[in-house]
């Protein structure tokens, strides 16, 4: 049975506390890996984004590439909900630069229910931050190899301080949850 939602707080939670840092398991980090090395051979799809001081590298844009990133990383989100999940998109590889930050926001209500964030490559820690469903804020060090399971329609996140770095490399998975759907627009 689907159940239609309209507003952020009609749609339920799913964790306890909202997110879970892991380590990626080894098959979807070889394939992502693969195409993040591949990566650095490509010119960055946008020009440098002076208000995210970001670059975007389209890999999905590889035939195949967004759904077997997709097929690879729903059995551990939907782990992660206890829910059953349909694809959205994957979204990636973001590369933030020297002075970065994030506005902390939530992530669209019809498809980015469950989100996955894949950490690459960085030379300085830079955190994220998240609000869990308790209400409190939560900053978080991920490494390369690091996985940030997350409920990104319901927890609030973002990166607050500046990149004091050179160069931080993620890429993102979203799926929508099979039984519940936005109602509004
Ligand atoms: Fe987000």
Redesign the pocket.
């Known amino acids: 049975m689907v159940t239609t939602f309209n507003t952020i707080e009609e749609l339920p939670t799913f964790t306890e506390k909202g997110y879970h840092l892991d380590i990626i398991p080894s098959k979807p980090w070889d394939k992502i890996y693969a195409y993040y090395e591949l990566s650095k051979f490509m010119p960055p799809e946008d020009d440098y984004d002076t208000s995210l001081k970001s670059k975007f590298y389209n890999i999905g844009r590889y035939n195949g590439v967004q759904l077997s990133f997709l097929d690879l990383l729903k059995g551990p989100c939907e782990a992660f909900a206890n829910q059953e999940l349909e694809y959205s998109n994957m979204y990636g590889i973001r590369e933030y630069l020297n002075g970065a930050t994030l506005p902390a926001?939530?992530?669209r209500l019809a498809t980015?229910h469950i989100?996955a964030i894949i950490m690459l490559d960085t030379d300085t820690d830079w955190p994220i931050e998240i609000q869990g469903h308790d209400g409190e804020w939560k900053s978080i060090i991920m490494n390369p190899g690091h996985i940030l399971f997350y409920e990104?329609a319901k927890c609030l996140?973002g990166r607050s301080t500046p990149f004091q770095g050179k160069s931080f490399k993620n890429c993102?998975v979203h799926y929508k949850l099979k039984n519940y759907q936005y109602g509004g627009e």
């Open positions: 926001h939530t992530d980015h989100s990104s996140h993102y």
